[in-house]
Protein backbone atom coordinates (compact mmCIF):
# COMPACT_ATOMS: atom_id res chain seq x y z
CA UNK A 1 0.00 0.00 0.00
CA UNK A 2 1.02 3.32 -0.99
CA UNK A 3 0.46 6.66 0.68
CA UNK A 4 1.10 10.00 -1.17
CA UNK A 5 1.35 13.28 1.04
CA UNK A 6 2.56 17.02 0.75
CA UNK A 7 0.41 18.04 -1.80
CA UNK A 8 -0.79 22.00 -1.37
CA UNK A 9 -0.87 25.43 -2.83
CA UNK A 10 1.26 27.19 -4.22
CA UNK A 11 2.65 30.68 -5.97
CA UNK A 12 4.16 29.98 -9.07
CA UNK A 13 8.04 29.73 -8.79
CA UNK A 14 8.12 28.14 -5.16
CA UNK A 15 8.43 24.64 -4.30
CA UNK A 16 6.84 21.43 -2.86
CA UNK A 17 7.79 18.58 -1.99
CA UNK A 18 5.74 14.98 -2.48
CA UNK A 19 6.59 12.07 -0.30
CA UNK A 20 5.37 8.51 -0.84
CA UNK A 21 5.04 6.25 2.51
CA UNK A 22 4.96 2.39 1.52
CA UNK A 23 3.61 -0.16 4.06
CA UNK A 24 5.91 -2.63 2.65
CA UNK A 25 9.33 -3.12 1.40
CA UNK A 26 9.77 -1.14 -2.22
CA UNK A 27 13.15 -2.51 -2.58
CA UNK A 28 11.91 -5.51 -5.09
CA UNK A 29 9.90 -3.42 -6.71
CA UNK A 30 11.39 -2.66 -10.45
CA UNK A 31 10.33 1.02 -10.68
CA UNK A 32 8.92 3.86 -8.24
CA UNK A 33 7.41 6.95 -9.78
CA UNK A 34 4.75 9.77 -9.43
CA UNK A 35 2.14 10.70 -12.42
CA UNK A 36 -0.09 13.68 -12.72
CA UNK A 37 -3.54 14.17 -13.90
CA UNK A 38 -4.79 17.63 -14.43
CA UNK A 39 -8.51 18.38 -14.78
CA UNK A 40 -9.86 16.82 -18.36
CA UNK A 41 -6.27 15.01 -19.14
CA UNK A 42 -5.08 11.65 -18.82
CA UNK A 43 -2.90 10.16 -16.33
CA UNK A 44 0.55 11.03 -17.04
CA UNK A 45 3.85 9.76 -15.92
CA UNK A 46 5.73 12.62 -15.00
CA UNK A 47 9.47 10.97 -12.89
CA UNK A 48 10.51 7.77 -12.50
CA UNK A 49 13.63 5.72 -10.35
CA UNK A 50 14.14 2.06 -11.06
CA UNK A 51 15.26 -0.45 -8.56
CA UNK A 52 18.82 0.43 -10.13
CA UNK A 53 18.92 3.74 -9.37
CA UNK A 54 17.85 5.11 -13.04
CA UNK A 55 15.70 8.62 -13.46
CA UNK A 56 13.67 9.49 -16.17
CA UNK A 57 11.58 12.42 -16.02
CA UNK A 58 8.50 13.96 -18.62
CA UNK A 59 10.61 16.68 -20.67
CA UNK A 60 8.55 19.48 -19.01
CA UNK A 61 9.97 18.98 -15.65
CA UNK A 62 13.14 18.65 -16.69
CA UNK A 63 15.40 20.53 -14.36
CA UNK A 64 12.87 22.12 -11.85
CA UNK A 65 11.69 18.19 -10.64
CA UNK A 66 14.11 15.22 -8.90
CA UNK A 67 12.61 11.94 -8.06
CA UNK A 68 14.71 9.72 -5.28
CA UNK A 69 13.84 6.46 -4.11
CA UNK A 70 14.87 5.23 0.22
CA UNK A 71 14.55 1.73 -0.05
CA UNK A 72 15.59 1.67 3.70
CA UNK A 73 12.94 4.06 4.62
CA UNK A 74 10.79 2.51 1.84
CA UNK A 75 10.27 6.20 0.59
CA UNK A 76 9.82 7.81 -2.37
CA UNK A 77 10.05 11.31 -2.54
CA UNK A 78 9.33 13.75 -5.72
CA UNK A 79 10.82 17.59 -5.17
CA UNK A 80 9.69 20.17 -7.16
CA UNK A 81 10.91 23.65 -7.87
CA UNK A 82 10.13 26.49 -9.97
CA UNK A 83 6.69 25.50 -10.14
CA UNK A 84 4.16 26.78 -12.79
CA UNK A 85 0.68 27.11 -12.86
CA UNK A 86 0.88 23.93 -15.58
CA UNK A 87 1.86 22.16 -12.72
CA UNK A 88 -1.51 22.02 -11.18
CA UNK A 89 -2.55 18.26 -11.13
CA UNK A 90 -3.18 15.31 -8.96
CA UNK A 91 -0.08 13.35 -8.28
CA UNK A 92 -0.32 9.82 -7.88
CA UNK A 93 2.50 7.52 -6.27
CA UNK A 94 3.12 4.64 -8.29
CA UNK A 95 5.18 1.43 -8.34
CA UNK A 96 5.22 -1.59 -10.98
CA UNK A 97 7.21 -4.13 -12.83
CA UNK A 98 7.17 -7.99 -12.82
CA UNK A 99 8.27 -11.12 -10.67
CA UNK A 100 7.74 -14.51 -10.96
CA UNK A 101 3.73 -14.06 -10.89
CA UNK A 102 3.31 -11.64 -13.50
CA UNK A 103 3.12 -8.06 -13.85
CA UNK A 104 2.18 -5.65 -11.09
CA UNK A 105 1.25 -2.46 -10.13
CA UNK A 106 0.59 -0.41 -6.93
CA UNK A 107 -1.26 2.92 -6.91
CA UNK A 108 -1.15 5.63 -3.68
CA UNK A 109 -4.09 7.74 -2.90
CA UNK A 110 -3.96 11.02 -5.06
CA UNK A 111 -2.93 14.35 -3.42
CA UNK A 112 -3.40 17.79 -4.91
CA UNK A 113 -1.01 20.37 -6.43
CA UNK A 114 -2.45 23.77 -7.43
CA UNK A 115 0.06 26.90 -8.21
CA UNK A 116 -1.08 30.01 -8.45
CA UNK A 117 -0.03 32.46 -11.02
Known amino acids: QLQGSGGGLVQAGGSLRLSCAAS????????MGWYQQAPGKQRELVAA???????TYLDSVKGRFTISRDNAKNTVNLQMSSLKPEDTAVYYC?????????????WGQGTQVTVSS
Open 94 to 106: SGWGTDAEGEYEY
Open 24 to 31: GSIASINV
Open 49 to 55: VASGGRR
